[in-house]
């Protein structure tokens, strides 16, 4: 009787969020400015740790690439920072001193978020993104 009722509880429990982590690098095997993934596909109420493995890195929203009813955010640089991700859509992530230089990354939170890019972008990170959705295409 124990067994069922300890079984029971664990088939009952809440499933927990999880916490993904992203490594911000100066350059990788994936060339120079990355976020390592460049893309995360993630479940609504699950987190996200930026970890600055190179110096000189941040993590920030990018205005006109968050979902509506999101809060933006933005970390110091060189600052190990987690966010907890809950409203489901598309989440364009820059590093702000890089931005320019193509640092960005994609979080998207939930399925089916819309995928549509601002026409403000610098060209390197146009570029970047182009490619980081390309790749993780369906």
């Given at each position: 009787m124990?067994r069922?009722a300890?079984?029971?509880?664990?088939?009952?429990?809440?499933?927990?969020?999880?916490?993904?982590?992203?490594?911000?690098?100066?350059?990788?095997?994936a060339?120079?400015?990355?976020?390592e993934?460049?893309?995360?596909?993630?479940?609504?109420?699950?987190?996200?740790?930026?970890?600055?493995?190179?110096?000189?890195?941040?993590?920030a929203?990018?205005?006109?690439?968050?979902?509506e009813?999101?809060?933006?955010?933005r970390?110091?640089?060189?600052?190990?920072?987690?966010?907890?991700?809950?409203?489901?859509?598309?989440?364009?992530?820059?590093?702000s001193?890089?931005?320019?230089?193509?640092?960005?990354?994609?979080?998207?939170?939930?399925?089916?978020?819309?995928?549509?890019?601002?026409?403000?972008?610098?060209?390197?990170?146009?570029?970047?993104f182009?490619?980081?959705?390309?790749?993780?295409?369906p």
């Amino acid at each position: 009787m124990i067994r069922l009722a300890l079984l029971l509880s664990a088939l009952t429990a809440p499933v927990l969020a999880e916490t993904h982590e992203v490594r911000m690098y100066s350059r990788s095997d994936a060339g120079p400015m990355p976020y390592e993934p460049s893309f995360l596909r993630i479940e609504p109420g699950d987190s996200v740790r930026f970890l600055p493995t190179q110096p000189g890195h941040n993590a920030a929203t990018i205005d006109g690439m968050l979902p509506e009813g999101a809060e933006p955010f933005r970390s110091r640089i060189n600052e190990d920072v987690t966010v907890t991700l809950s409203v489901p859509g598309f989440y364009g992530i820059k590093c702000s001193p890089h931005f320019a230089m193509g640092m960005v990354m994609v979080i998207e939170v939930g399925e089916g978020a819309a995928r549509d890019l601002p026409d403000d972008l610098p060209p390197r990170a146009r570029q970047r993104f182009e490619a980081i959705l390309e790749a993780a295409a369906p």
